[in-house]
């Protein structure tokens, strides 16, 4: 059974920075995309980025909203995603989800498991 | 950017009715729709892919129809743990963009 827990979410000030982990078990991790998908309190689902597979050079994509403040990276040998959130606002205030894409074709590119999520508040 | 837009954005419903939801596409997007289904306090689920596959374990009373720019979730007679709420997504290009949400409650 496909397993995915976040942590290191909490309370960090503007301009501050965090790093979230992802947690993966029961299936093979460096064979899938991993995904950031991110929703704010009361509010619907935001795409944050995403991270490849080692077969297409663990690139990564972003959505303009978090370009150049966040980095999403992997350690396949740990079975682990990161979030590296950076000159956070109070507007990246959410719960943050760490998704497995289903595959690595444009077809297969929705997300098929959910971790619980991990909540970030950004406030003075 | 694509833009998906869900309606209705609130729907009141009886159990044992059918419903549908419609998400429209701000350009087409073939069949790279997905539809998700969230209670309060947890995370998505995934019903439904490319537009109109039944995700493995999903109740047969869910259905999605559709392609380019206008899609359908149906459900066919709702039952109590129904009531959430219900995203579609497309991952036809990047930024990867969701609907506003359909939040659909108990009459």
């Known amino acids: 059974e496909v397993h995915l827990v976040e942590s290191g979410g909490g309370l960090v000030q503007p301009g501050g920075s965090l790093k979230l982990s992802c947690a993966a078990s029961g299936f093979t991790f460096s064979d899938h995309y991993m995904d950031w998908v991110r929703q704010a309190p009361g509010k619907g689902l935001e795409w944050v980025g995403r991270i490849r597979n080692k077969a297409n050079a663990y690139t990564t994509q972003y959505a303009a909203s978090v370009n150049g403040r966040f980095t999403v990276s992997r350690d396949d040998s740990k079975n682990l995603l990161f979030l590296q959130m950076n000159n956070l606002k109070t507007e990246d205030t959410a719960v943050y989800y760490c998704?497995?894409?289903?595959?690595?074709?444009?077809?297969?590119?929705?997300?098929?498991?959910w971790g619980q999520g991990t909540l970030l508040t950004v406030s003075s | 950017d694509i833009q998906l837009t869900q309606s209705p954005s609130f729907l009141s419903a009886s159990v044992g009715d059918r419903v549908t939801i419609t998400c429209r596409a701000s350009?087409?997007?073939?069949?790279?729709l997905a539809w998700y289904q969230q209670k309060p306090g947890k995370a998505p689920d995934l019903l439904i892919y490319?537009?109109?596959t039944l995700q493995y374990g999903v109740p047969s009373r869910f259905s999605g129809s559709g392609s380019g720019t206008e899609f359908t979730l149906t459900i066919s007679s709702l039952q109590p743990e129904d009531f959430a709420t219900y995203y579609c997504?497309?991952?036809?290009?990047?930024?990867?963009?969701f609907g506003q949400g359909t939040r659909l409650e108990i009459k």
């Open positions: 997504q497309q991952f036809n290009s990047y930024p990867i963009t």
């Open positions: 490319a537009a109109s």
């Open positions: 350009q087409g997007i073939s069949s790279f």
């Open positions: 998704t497995r894409v289903h595959s690595s074709t444009w077809a297969g590119s929705y997300f098929d498991s």
